[in-house]
């Protein structure tokens, strides 16, 4: 089976993703081809979680892709130096196996240039509304595209349980963070990130603000 993931722009297979890429730049600059790229998704993910359902990727540099089938995810780098994407997976199967994905986006940071130049700067995070097992609240997640889990590595706290005691949706029996959990009954259709016109008004009015959810 075949889907075209929207607005991604991916065509997701039950155990690939086909994803647009840039060629490489002839002697004329403004030259540049458009291919499609197909990648595997690593088949332990896929023998444990079942065929992909949803798949998200960055939308102005689309060097960042995530698919998510029935149980937790896993995120592809893509680089122009090279046509075969880097994927990482959760390191403890068990954290994979605690949540679903309900949607996803990319926080893209940096751009190309500096890609090249600090690699730091270009640390796309990934933004997800799961389901725990055994939970009806939802919770918002994040992660980088380099590492994936739960403690440190999932970088969305909730606040609100650590000033009032309460949040007990927020953090598990091991302490580890699982989120800003949403109101009960809240749902989610798509993800986007959208310019924040009170960030600071940029004196660059070429360069967007991506900071708003």
Known sequence: SLSLNEPSAVLLHHDSVTF????????N???????????????????????????????DNGRSIAVAASRGLCVASVSIQSRHPRWKQFSNV?????????????????NETTQRTKEDS?????????????????????????????????????????C????????????????????????????SIISDPADGMPTDRSTPSNRAL
Request: charged letters at 20%; proline letters at 6%; aromatic letters at 8%.
């Open 20 to 27: 647009p890429s840039l060629g490489t730049p002839s002697n």
């Open 29 to 59: 600059a403004q030259d540049v081809s458009l291919r499609w790229e197909e990648s595997r998704v690593p088949p332990a993910y896929v023998a444990s979680n079942g065929p992909c359902r949803i798949a998200a990727v960055g939308k």
């Open 94 to 110: 068990n954290d994979e196996q605690r949540f679903r994905v309900v949607s996803m986006t990319w926080f893209e940071r940096g």
């Open 122 to 162: 270009t640390d796309d995070l990934l933004l997800a509304v799961v389901q725990y097992i055994n939970a009806d609240t939802l919770h918002l997640v994040c992660w980088s595209r380099k590492r994936l889990g739960f403690g440190e590595n999932q970088l969305l706290k909730d606040s609100s349980s650590s």
């Open 164 to 191: 009032t005691g309460e949040g007990e949706y927020s953090v598990d029996d091991t302490g580890s963070q699982l989120g800003v959990p949403l109101p009960p009954g809240f749902r989610v259709h798509s993800m």
